[in-house]
């Protein structure tokens, strides 16, 4: 079904293949949720085409397989929030309930946040540290990449024009272990990010780590991954993991200064949180 609002064209297929086919006109954009799409454009008038993706229930949903963990990219915050997922999941559902308030939970989706690429999204330094990837289909196919490498830079990621995001996968190995997520901001709830950070600790049965994944957000243009500080993790006692942490690990990182906070301030934020998480991972649940 399409309809017309003026001169703005406003589509609303019902099967993905229908959206694809869609995809391929100029200057169409595609829209989820629309938590960020309509805030974005508050006195500003939409002058291409739209694509509302709302009604394509066969990208909503988790399914947990031997191989995998796949969520369908209108899978909302509320959903992830709610199902039973490993520990190495944990993160990923703390971050869920940040996402602004309970309407936002209820209608934003994990694909949108993705594809908004926020320096502040809260769902990237979860996903990076179980090894996310993300499924990127065209009426030519589909084609899938690591999350770090889909997001590219400040409002900016691999996605063609073309293509939509429809599905996240993180591999049954990213969700072993234990992970944990801590958000600094203003107040509690309904709040920009100042910092974040996901961790995830693997350990053997002596409690010797071995495996350690680590991710900072609204410190760069896009969330990175510490892979210096992981590295030297890899073989430190789980509860000695906090202590490893130092400046030089944070090097990577490019923090600006705005109204919520100094590059400074950031910086050293994101040190203390870095070590809290990598202590809550070393907790038993």
Known sequence: MRVRYGSVRYATPTTL??????MVEPDMTAIAGGTDFYPGRVGNLQEGPVLDLGGLSELRGIEV???QIRIGALTTWSEIAGKDLPDGCRALQQAAV?????????AGTIGGNLCNSSPAADGVPP?????????LASASGVRQMPLQDFLLDYRRTALRPDELLTAVTIPRHGAEGR??????????????????????????GDGTITEARVAVGACSPVARRLVALERDLVGVDVEAASAVVDDRHLEMLTPIEDVRASAGYRRDAARVLVQRALDRCAVPA
């Not at 293949?17 to 869609?22: G, R």
């Open 127 to 135: 996903l990076l540290v179980v090894d996310a990837a993300v499924d």
């Open 17 to 22: 293949a229908e959206a694809l086919e869609l």
């Open 65 to 67: 397989s031997a191989t």
């Open 98 to 106: 940040t996402v602004g308030g309970w309407q936002i939970q209820n």
């Open 179 to 204: 992970s944990w997520f801590l958000k600094l901001g203003s107040r509690r709830y309904l709040v920009i990010s100042v910092v974040m950070v996901g961790a995830r600790l693997v350990a053997a």
